[in-house]
C-alpha cells in the first residue's frame, strides 16, 4: 500500500529533519570539476571518486586541458573506479563537448547537460541542484531504495516516476535538502541490508 502525499511528504520531512546538514559528499572547486566527480560517481562510492579526483583534476583543471589529453592518460588516474576505460572516454567527450559547443563553461539546463556525453538525467539534476541552485531532485540508488522500502512508491516504480512523485509532494525549495539527506540516511540507516529504520519511531508516527 502507497502512503498518501500527506503522509509521504511527512516521511520525506523527517528523514530531512534526521540530517538537516547533510551536505554534497563529492570534492568539488567548480563547475566542471562537480560535473566531472558526478560522472566519475556512477557505480561507485564518492568515497573512491575523492580518492582519485584530486591527481586527476590537478593534472586537467580545465575542460581544454582533459579535452586535449588522450583517453588511456585519463584512464590512469581513475583506474581504481569501476568502469573507468568506459569514464575516460566520457570525461574526453565531454569536456570537448564543453569546449566547442559551450565555450568551456559547464552549461545550466537540462537539455544541455544531458547533450554532453555520460550525463543523464541523474547526474544533470545534481549539478543544476548542487551546482547551480536549480531546483531539480536527482533519484540515485539510496533515494530509490528509501522511497520503495517507506512505501512512496510502488516498488514497480522506475527511476523517473520517483522522482516526478518526489517532486510533487515536497515544494522546489526542499528537493535538494530531501536528495542529501535521503542520501546520507540511506548509507547510515536505511541499508539495502536490515535497514534500521524502526529505530526511528518518528518515521511512523503518521498524522492524522
Known amino acids: 500500500m502507497v502512503l498518501s502525499k500527506k503522509r509521504a511528504r511527512y516521511v520525506l520531512e523527517e528523514i530531512i529533519a534526521?540530517?538537516?546538514?547533510?551536505?554534497?559528499?563529492?570534492?568539488?572547486?567548480?563547475?566542471?570539476?562537480?560535473?566531472?566527480?558526478?560522472?566519475?560517481?556512477?557505480?561507485?562510492?564518492?568515497?573512491?571518486?575523492?580518492?582519485?579526483?584530486?591527481?586527476?583534476?590537478?593534472?586537467?583543471?580545465?575542460?581544454?586541458?582533459m579535452a586535449g589529453a588522450e583517453e588511456e592518460e585519463l584512464a590512469k588516474y581513475i583506474s581504481r573506479l569501476?568502469?573507468?576505460?568506459?569514464?575516460?572516454?566520457?570525461?574526453?567527450?565531454?569536456?570537448?563537448?564543453?569546449?566547442?559547443?559551450?565555450?568551456?563553461?559547464?552549461?545550466?539546463?537540462?537539455?544541455?547537460?544531458?547533450?554532453?556525453?555520460?550525463?543523464?538525467?541523474?547526474?544533470?539534476?545534481?549539478?543544476?541542484?548542487?551546482?547551480?541552485?536549480?531546483?531539480?531532485?536527482?533519484?540515485?540508488?539510496?533515494?530509490?531504495?528509501?522511497?520503495?522500502?517507506?512505501?512512496?512508491?510502488k516498488k514497480s516504480a522506475t527511476p523517473r516516476e520517483v522522482e516526478d512523485y518526489v517532486c510533487s509532494v515536497l515544494p522546489p525549495e526542499k528537493w535538494l535538502a530531501a536528495h542529501q539527506a535521503m542520501i546520507y540516511f540511506g548509507r547510515a540507516i536505511c541499508h539495502p541490508k536490515n535497514p534500521e529504520c524502526y529505530k526511528y519511531a518518528q518515521l511512523y508516527h503518521f498524522p492524522k
Open 18 to 65: 534526521l540530517f538537516p546538514d547533510a551536505q554534497p559528499s563529492l570534492d568539488f572547486r567548480n563547475h566542471f570539476e562537480l560535473l566531472i566527480a558526478v560522472l566519475l560517481s556512477a557505480q561507485t562510492t564518492d568515497k573512491a571518486v575523492n580518492q582519485v579526483t584530486p591527481a586527476l583534476f590537478e593534472a586537467f583543471p580545465t575542460p581544454e586541458l
Open 82 to 153: 569501476g568502469l573507468y576505460r568506459n569514464k575516460a572516454k566520457f570525461m574526453k567527450k565531454c569536456s570537448q563537448q564543453l569546449v566547442t559547443d559551450f565555450g568551456g563553461v559547464v552549461p545550466q539546463s537540462r537539455k544541455e547537460l544531458e547533450s554532453l556525453a555520460g550525463v543523464g538525467r541523474k547526474t544533470a539534476n545534481v549539478v543544476m541542484s548542487v551546482g547551480f541552485g536549480i531546483p531539480a531532485f536527482a533519484v540515485d540508488t539510496h533515494v530509490e531504495r528509501i522511497c520503495k522500502h517507506h512505501d512512496l512508491v
